[in-house]
């Protein structure tokens, strides 16, 4: 069950998870950071990073920011590289 | 009396939590999976449910798998033990789902108390909140609030959870049972060039010896760089081996030996063989080591020796000091103190011959190594992040 970042990331893009994720699972979506799901091993080293607390485990994801869930799920990932560097 | 000394099931049973705290606390027991917090601080205020972490995460690791191969009725011991001393209603046992065999002998002494849980293979860093979620109904709350208003990353014991990795119990269970004080490392030694080893290591041990002896040529081997760590999370001991050196922490799970110029995850579909030898001990084998007296976390210990005194192996070097956490520093080696600066004691054992001493633990004696983070729980993830 992979992490989510959510809202919160919007306007902040701290880049904290990226550095801390040790599979390099986080990508630059645009306003946003996300987490490829197929790619995330569920460690949690991401969420106490956080400095606006966007990121939930999949299962706590509040009701109204599922949105991020879908997006990260049907994302595409292809073409893009993980990290900071921009695409 | 919370004195290090022998003792049998039922006079460890009889010992009370902060008598058993402090042996612990005396015998200098820190977190052996990585994150080096004091052992103690976490059975000071007694909680349900012990988890212990045995899902060995990083990609070549034994260590774990054989000290409870090795040790399985020592666990038990201490298991029953600690339902007493710290009236745990739960232990559960932690394993990974691939390992079911590996661990059958403990499913076996399963009894309601004391139970194995099997958790999901993916890999997660032996991440103590991760492994609470995969193997109990609670969730560590993402955050919490401090009465002062700010905002921490929730933690086990906020459910009820303490999660302790397997060394670090077998630690304790020395302590308690033998009153064997914390002077060594197990850790796997494995990667480029060298057979997979799983070593019993004096703490404070210079990287290049261990390797030497492990049968590298570390004189001629400038193409590898030395991990202390695994594929995913690690510090850089030795960037060029040959070059400098470093020596064996408290929480060194692995010397990694890569190519030089490669990163660790490169090497993160590696498999190894289990060594049949099992654990070898190296205590006594080494030339020299460097104990820290503190470090990260830890507020060092007060020393209780001086430069040029004998100690002889498991003496007591350090007395933990009453401010923050400290716990109590013991020699891994008998021999001179050959210096004590910046908080660590160097003690020149002579176990190997001497111009191979001087040739293998020179950097090390000079004190050309310094402490890497001892006993600081979140830096060990920053080597990996260092190497983006």
Redesign the interface.
């Known amino acids: 069950m992979a992490y989510v970042i959510t809202e919160t990331c919007i306007g902040t893009k701290n880049t904290a998870c990226v550095t801390a994720c040790p599979v390099d699972c986080i990508y630059d979506a645009g306003e946003h950071f996300i987490i490829n799901p197929a790619e995330c091993i569920d460690c949690s080293m991401c969420m106490p990073e956080c400095p606006v607390e966007a990121i939930y485990p999949g299962d706590e994801v509040p009701e109204y920011l599922q949105e991020y869930a879908t997006k990260a799920a049907e994302f595409d990932y292809s073409g893009i590289a993980p990290g900071v560097e921009i695409n | 009396m919370a004195d290090l000394e022998q003792r049998n099931l039922e006079e460890v049973k009889d010992l009370s939590v902060k008598e058993a705290v402090e042996i612990i606390r005396q015998a200098g027991i820190v977190g052996a999976g990585g994150g080096g917090f004091p052992t103690y601080f976490k059975y000071a205020r007694p909680l349900p449910h012990l988890i212990v972490n045995a899902t060995e995460s990083e990609p070549g690791y034994w260590g774990d798998k054989l000290v409870h191969k090795e040790h399985l009725e020592e666990f038990l011991q201490l298991f029953e033990a600690m339902k007493t001393i710290f009236e745990f209603e739960q232990i559960t046992l932690a394993v990974h789902e691939k390992d079911r065999e590996w661990y059958a002998d403990y499913q076996e002494h399963a009894d309601g108390v004391f139970d194995v849980r099997y958790v999901p293979d993916?890999?997660?860093?032996g991440?103590e909140?991760?492994l609470v979620?995969h193997s109990t109904e609670s969730?560590v709350p993402?955050?919490v609030d401090n009465p002062d208003g700010t905002?921490r990353?929730g933690m086990p014991p906020d459910v009820g959870k303490i999660v302790n990795n397997s060394e670090s119990l077998l630690n304790i269970y020395n302590a308690l049972f033998l009153g064997k004080p914390l002077t060594t490392k197990f850790f796997t030694v494995y990667g480029e060039e060298v057979d997979t080893k799983v070593y019993e290591v004096p703490i404070g041990a210079s990287v290049s010896e261990v390797l030497g002896i492990a049968g590298l040529d570390v004189e001629n081997s400038g193409h590898l760089t030395v991990l202390d760590g695994g594929p995913?999370?690690h510090d850089v001991a030795i960037a060029q081996l040959g070059k400098g050196d470093a020596y064996v922490r408290r929480m060194t799970n692995s010397l990694f030996v890569i190519a030089q110029g490669r990163q660790g995850?490169e090497y993160a579909e590696i498999k190894t063989k289990c060594p049949e030898e099992g654990i070898v001990s190296l205590v006594g084998e080494v030339s020299g080591v460097n104990v820290p007296l503190g470090g990260g976390l830890l507020t060092p210990a007060t020393p209780l020796v001086s430069e040029g005194d004998e100690v002889e192996y498991e003496q007591k070097i350090g007395e933990p000091v009453d401010q923050g956490f400290s716990v109590g520093v013991w020699a891994s080696l008998g021999g001179e103190i050959s210096s004590l600066e910046n908080g660590i004691v160097a003690i020149a054992g002579g176990a190997i011959p001497q111009e191979e001493a001087e040739a293998e633990a020179e950097p090390s004696m000079a004190g050309g190594s310094q402490p890497r983070g001892e006993g600081e729980p979140f830096q060990e993830?920053g080597s990996?992040?260092g190497s983006?």
Do not use: C, I, M, V
């Not at chain 2, 993916?122 to 860093?125: G, I, M, P, S």
């Open positions: 993916t890999y997660a860093l991440e909140k991760t979620k969730r993402r955050f905002r990353p995913y999370l995850k993830a990996s992040r983006k």
